[in-house]
């Protein structure tokens, strides 16, 4: 049997005042409905296990008030939501409408890895009200603006029947789980499984720099555009021939074997980039095992002199290979293939390289699903203190009742 891994899911809940998403989630959670309408001031959650195939599932379900003057309460629990539900009244049309703005703000404020498949799920509530004949959104309008926002899954629920509940709340967790799941994918890699990654890529960057740089010898291309240079050489092309020489002697040396690529690079406009990718290749062994002589870092010195030395005998040795011509034309687009491949393979590691960039700055952006689970009482805290401000607020606003008006003006002493 696999083992049980607890994870801890955070959800929240947005829509207009009214719509019955407090109802939800106590209906999901406690199996409880009351007729009496309450509105969530700032934001409330309530915690669910459940289990999502062999998973044990926490989930930290998030009321949110929907009152405008409140809404500004809410957002500082957005960030960390694993998936979002969009809630509207099917006897409500301004409330289905203003869904799109509900999402936007979630989108803005949560500021999620990927907003493009971020999790939502939209439920259409109160289906049961008078027998549904006061339904002012059909279910097939709904269905087509949740398909048109990315395919999102649309359920009619009934909060005070409990219809369709407890489904909605297994899409959800399950949707929650997938993108918490995807997220951890993305997140930190084990040093170990790096340095091992690294030296893979090394080793096949370091085979694929050995196999270009003798395709032109075995092509042919290297004696045909050699043979001159051999016979009579210029000054600045005898210099080249001193310079590749002093580059092999380096390239015996460990610790300075890369430098050998460095100064071909300076010496050498056309292949610069390439060959400062080479002396990269070559530093990367040491950089990866601390600087320390293991089989890894002999293996590639050994790799890198024989490299020098075939890169030097294809651009100033006029070196013949008995090779059949049709193996030579093979051979010639072979190394074209390999430069494009290897250009390629540039364009390809940047991209990687910006995208785990951006996974690492989702991450660590990210708060940790253990320490949202030790800061409940922290969090339930701030509620009450968010609950206490609104209240304070509403109070202030809330007309003095005409009895007690008339109280103070018959115990109050001063002339009239």
């Known amino acids: 049997m696999a083992s049980r891994k607890r994870t801890l899911l955070k959800v929240i809940i947005l829509g207009d005042s009214g719509v019955g998403k407090t109802s939800l989630m106590n209906q999901y959670v406690n199996k409880k409905f009351s007729s009496q309408y309450k509105a969530t001031?700032?934001?409330?959650?309530?915690?669910?296990?459940?289990?999502?195939?062999?998973?044990?599932?926490?989930?930290?379900?998030?009321?949110?008030?929907?009152?405008?003057?409140?809404?500004?309460?809410?957002?500082?629990?957005?960030?960390?939501?694993?998936?979002?539900?969009?809630?509207?009244?099917?006897?409500?049309?301004?409330?289905?409408?203003?869904?799109?703005?509900?999402?936007?703000?979630?989108?803005?404020?949560?500021?999620?890895?990927?907003?493009?498949?971020?999790?939502?799920?939209?439920?259409?509530?109160?289906?049961?009200?008078?027998?549904?004949?006061?339904?002012?959104?059909?279910?097939?309008?709904?269905?087509?603006w949740a398909a048109a926002k990315g395919g999102i899954p649309y359920f009619e629920t009934s909060a005070k029947e409990d219809v369709n509940v407890d489904t909605a709340f297994a899409t959800i967790a399950r949707n929650a789980l997938k993108n918490e799941t995807e997220e951890e994918m993305a997140g930190p890699v084990p040093a170990s499984l790096v340095v091992e990654g690294i030296q893979y890529a090394t080793g096949v960057g370091i085979a694929l720099g050995i196999a270009l740089s003798s395709l032109p010898i075995l092509s042919g291309e290297a004696r045909e555009a050699n043979e001159r240079r051999y016979l009579q050489p210029t000054e600045e092309e005898e210099a080249n021939s001193i310079r590749w020489g002093v580059m092999s002697v380096l390239s015996v040396i460990p610790y300075l074997s890369p430098l050998a690529w460095v100064f071909a690079g300076l010496d050498d406009e056309t292949y610069s980039s390439l060959y400062y990718v080479y002396a990269a290749l070559y530093t990367l062994p040491y950089l990866t095992n601390g600087l320390q002589l293991n089989s890894f870092v002999l293996l590639s010195i050994a790799a890198g002199i024989a490299h020098v030395q075939i890169e030097r005998l294809a651009l100033t040795e006029p070196v013949e290979v008995e090779f059949p011509e049709t193996a030579g034309w093979l051979a010639r687009q072979g190394s074209n293939l390999l430069r494009g491949l290897l250009s390629s393979g540039l364009e390809v590691s940047e991209r990687v390289s910006d995208k785990a960039e951006r996974a690492q700055q989702a991450s660590t952006a990210r708060p940790d699903r253990k320490e949202l689970a030790e800061k409940s009482a922290e969090a339930r805290a701030e509620l009450r203190y968010f609950d206490r401000k609104a209240q304070d607020a509403e109070s202030r606003k809330r007309p003095v009742p005409e009895s007690l008006r008339r109280a103070k003006d018959r115990s109050d002493p001063r002339p009239k």
């Open 41 to 144: 001031i700032g934001a409330d959650f309530l915690t669910k296990e459940v289990q999502v195939d062999d998973r044990l599932v926490t989930m930290q379900i998030w009321d949110t008030a929907g009152q405008e003057r409140f809404q500004s309460l809410g957002v500082a629990f957005y960030r960390g939501a694993d998936c979002c539900v969009l809630v509207h009244d099917v006897t409500s049309s301004k409330s289905f409408d203003n869904l799109e703005n509900w999402r936007d703000e979630f989108l803005i404020q949560a500021s999620p890895a990927d907003p493009e498949t971020f999790p939502f799920v939209v439920l259409g509530n109160k289906i049961d009200a008078d027998g549904g004949k006061a339904r002012q959104v059909s279910e097939k309008r709904a269905k087509q």
